[in-house]
């Protein structure tokens, strides 16, 4: 269905709702008019520089999470 689209300037992304469309894609969860917004007025390396930070933050969690894992279990 078609949504009336909405009325006024569109602004650049704020590095919240950057986070925050930075975050629903690891979901894979996106609404239209914010995918919209991303890829008309959002800077691409601002979305890549924050992907990259977010993923490191993910992959520092899973690496402290298995080590607990591990230091727990004896090993």
């Known amino acids: 269905m078609n949504q009336p689209k909405p009325t006024g300037?569109?602004?650049?992304?704020?590095?919240?709702?950057?986070?925050?469309?930075?975050?629903?894609s690891f979901f894979g969860v996106q609404s239209s008019r914010n995918r919209e917004r991303d890829f008309t007025h959002g800077n691409p390396w601002h979305f890549l520089l924050l992907g990259f930070v977010m993923t490191g933050i993910v992959s520092l969690i899973?690496?402290?999470?298995?080590?607990?894992?591990?230091?727990?279990?004896?090993q």
């Open 62 to 74: 899973f690496y402290g999470a298995v080590h607990l894992a591990l230091r727990m279990a004896g």
């Open 9 to 24: 300037p569109i602004a650049t992304p704020t590095l919240m709702q950057t986070f925050a469309s930075v975050a629903a």
